[in-house]
């Protein structure tokens, strides 16, 4: 492969606002609304994009307190990105000292080239950093993606409902207790 479409990895800098935005919401309407199409009420799917894809919104994720991001680039273009935090799942023995992928998007043109589990590898190890538990939450539906974290230790722990403007996905929260020393 020629070296200038090897993926290159990297943390994520206030610069990356913009691209970040645009790969997340690009990455959301691929998945969610082009791939398994839920038919989100377009009022509720506006209001969604507004508070988690804008600009402010991305720099203002960036800088938050505790949180952790890698991007992956080729060609000098981010293709995907991992977002690590404190935990905030909606579950009984969840607390803001264990850790959180928040995030893993993966564009569809750098989707089958190892990007995503070397992002996720990288968040699992920034995710060991943190006591406790660590957790995750996964679409219901998205049986591809429950597989891929079941294969790196998580388990099925709870659910809720996810929102997107007033429409609720139904979401898994999973939860992976990593070996203590």
């Known amino acids: ?54 600009l402010e919104a991305t720099r203002n994720r960036l800088v938050r307190p505790g949180h952790d991001w890698e991007v992956a680039e080729i060609e000098g273009r981010i293709v995907g990105f991992s977002e690590v935090g404190p935990a905030s799942m909606p579950h009984p023995d969840c607390n803001p000292e264990h850790a959180e992928l928040k995030r893993l998007y993966i564009g569809s043109e750098a989707q089958g080239l190892g990007i995503g589990t070397r992002l996720l590898e990288s968040a699992l190890t920034r995710m060991d ?45 999973f939860r992976r207790d990593p070996e203590q020393p």
């Open 129 to 173: 950093r943190r006591p406790g538990p660590q957790w995750l939450s996964v679409w219901s539906e998205n049986h591809k993606a429950q597989r891929l974290y079941r294969h790196y230790g998580f388990d099925k722990a709870g659910e809720y409902g996810f929102p997107v403007g007033s429409w609720r996905d139904h979401e898994f929260i």
């Open 1 to 54: 492969m020629d070296p200038a479409y090897q993926p290159r990895f990297r943390p994520a800098t206030s610069a990356d606002a913009e691209p970040l935005a645009i790969l997340a919401e690009r990455t959301f309407v691929e998945t969610f609304i082009d791939g398994f199409q839920i038919p989100y009420p377009p009022d509720d799917l506006a209001a969604f994009k507004a508070e988690v894809f804008s």
